[in-house]
């Protein structure tokens, strides 16, 4: 079956740190990947997707970046964290473009002290 | 561009009581809509789904009726239960397809008390 591992969970990072965040989804194969975004009091924001390995989509300026070195891996970066950054991050995966086969991870709490 | 616009919360029902979580959106075309829920701890499960106007998207006892002339997606049950505390999100995929991926509502937090 297919399954989406996302962590850490929670996460407590000081104001100009790095930040790396994993995403692997198994028993599947090219998946469209994505990174998702909850800030307080906001909706879900989508930050990064990807249809392919090496390809890269960014829906917004930030302090952020995404890689996908490897077919189900996508990774979210940061090189120095801000406030700003703090919220709620989701991935999620699908196999096809007409929406209805999202698959969430269980997401990671970033809090920037 | 496309936005969905849904009541914030938090909701706060008495068991069995009726639900409605209203959802608008902002989109051209025709764009397919979705309710997801995220229960405590876990992530985002797609509760129900519709593709074209005047579809109607059901499962475990919520309803959702896609309405183009008010572009609107409500979310409705009968009978709410305590396991249905979480947040849920009305969500957008723009007509046309592509990779990009859905325009999500900020979530209605729901409390159901017993």
């Known amino acids: 079956s297919q399954t989406i591992h996302q962590w850490p969970a929670t996460l407590v990072q000081p104001v100009g740190s790095p930040l790396s965040l994993e995403c692997t989804v198994e028993g599947t194969s090219n998946p469209n990947l994505y990174w998702y975004r909850q800030a307080a009091g906001r909706g879900l924001q989508l930050l990064f997707y990807?249809?392919?390995?090496?390809?890269i989509s960014s829906e917004v300026p930030q302090n952020l970046s995404a890689s996908r070195p490897q077919d189900r891996q996508f990774i979210l970066s940061s090189k120095k964290l801000l406030l700003s950054d703090s919220g709620f991050y989701l991935c999620?995966?699908?196999?096809?473009?007409?929406?209805?086969?999202?698959?969430f991870g269980s997401g990671t709490r970033l809090t920037v002290v | 561009g496309n936005s969905v616009t849904q009541m914030e919360g938090p909701v706060t029902l008495s068991e069995e009581a009726f639900l409605t979580i209203n959802c608008t959106y902002t989109a051209t075309g025709y764009p397919s809509l979705f309710w997801y829920v995220q229960y405590p701890g876990e992530g985002l499960q797609l509760l129900l789904k519709a593709t074209k106007a005047d579809d109607k998207g059901s499962n475990k006892g919520f309803e959702a009726t896609y309405r183009k002339e008010t572009t609107s997606f409500h979310l409705e049950k009968g009978s709410v239960q305590v396991s249905d505390s979480a947040v849920y999100f009305c969500?957008?995929?723009?007509?046309?397809?592509?990779?990009?991926?859905?325009?999500f509502g900020k979530g209605t937090h729901l409390i159901i008390q017993p």
């Open positions: 999620a995966w699908s196999l096809n473009s007409k929406g209805y086969g999202y698959t």
């Open positions: 990807s249809v392919g390995i090496g390809q």
């Open positions: 969500a957008l995929k723009r007509s046309g397809g592509g990779a990009d991926g859905l325009t």
